[in-house]
């Protein structure tokens, strides 16, 4: 009887569990499909994967100077879909962010949740510096750091939908990456302001 009772009070933290995520996934999905942010980043990614692996130098140049305008309609979607959401009312917006998912956990650990609209700033402002090359970086080490910043994009994405854990398990299986390693990749500025809104 009391293992039935156990499964049955595990069975139900499931089913809220997935609920609660289905609701936010449903919420991301709704206005993330409304641009084109997905689209190019995977452009952007495959361009600076044909640069790097090119061996004629002009060639090389080609592709790089192709790439800019990509990297511009790029921070211009995630530009769009940033504003877009924040729309969302901030209940909606919140997240847990304990390292697994769990029922109601935004509720009953209040101190551990996050926004995903100021989040999304952050992402944005980031990749918008490095489209600008406001460092002056070279073409190399700038692809180098957009990757992370889009990459850390997703990760914050898959954390609002699922959970921390999910998200990073993700980017390890998809981008062999761990968070920490995305989290030292990216600029300065993005990694500040985002440790102090996350802790």
Same mark, same amino acid.
């Given at each position: 009887?009391?293992?039935?009772?156990?499964?049955?009070?595990?069975?139900?933290?499931?089913?809220?569990?997935?609920?609660?995520?289905?609701?936010?996934?449903?919420?991301?999905?709704?206005?993330?499909?409304?641009?084109?942010?997905?689209?190019?980043?995977?452009?952007?990614?495959?361009? *600076?994967?044909?640069?790097?692996?090119?061996?004629?130098?002009?060639?090389?140049?080609?592709?790089?100077?192709?790439?800019?305008?990509?990297?511009?309609?790029?921070?211009?979607?995630?530009?769009?879909?940033?504003?877009?959401?924040?729309?969302?009312?901030?209940?909606?917006?919140?997240?847990?962010?304990?390292?697994?998912?769990?029922?109601?956990?935004?509720?009953?650990?209040?101190? *551990?949740?996050?926004?995903?609209?100021?989040?999304?700033?952050?992402?944005?402002?980031?990749?918008?510096?490095?489209?600008?090359?406001?460092?002056?970086?070279?073409?190399?080490?700038?692809?180098?750091?957009?990757?992370?910043?889009?990459?850390?994009?997703?990760?914050?994405?898959?954390?609002?939908?699922?959970?921390?854990?999910?998200?990073?398990? @993700?980017?390890?299986?998809?981008? @062999?990456?761990?968070?920490?390693?995305?989290?030292?990749?990216?600029?300065?500025?993005?990694?500040?302001? *985002?440790?102090?809104?996350?802790?």
């Amino acid at each position: 009887m009391e293992l039935f009772i156990l499964a049955l009070a595990i069975g139900g933290l499931w089913f809220f569990n997935i609920r609660e995520q289905h609701q936010r996934i449903r919420l991301l999905a709704g206005i993330l499909g409304q641009f084109q942010v997905e689209k190019m980043m995977e452009t952007v990614a495959d361009g *600076y994967l044909r640069a790097l692996g090119e061996n004629d130098a002009e060639r090389s140049t080609q592709v790089w100077n192709m790439l800019g305008q990509a990297e511009i309609t790029l921070c211009g979607q995630i530009q769009a879909f940033t504003q877009a959401f924040d729309a969302v009312d901030a209940e909606s917006a919140h997240f847990s962010t304990l390292p697994i998912g769990l029922p109601f956990a935004k509720q009953l650990f209040s101190n *551990y949740s996050a926004d995903l609209r100021p989040l999304l700033h952050i992402h944005a402002k980031g990749v918008e510096a490095l489209v600008r090359n406001e460092a002056g970086l070279n073409q190399k080490d700038k692809a180098f750091m957009l990757t992370a910043e889009l990459l850390l994009l997703q990760h914050s994405c898959q954390w609002f939908c699922r959970s921390k854990a999910t998200a990073s398990a @993700r980017m390890m299986a998809r981008h @062999r990456t761990p968070h920490a390693q995305l989290l030292a990749s990216v600029s300065e500025q993005t990694r500040s302001t *985002y440790t102090r809104l996350l802790g």
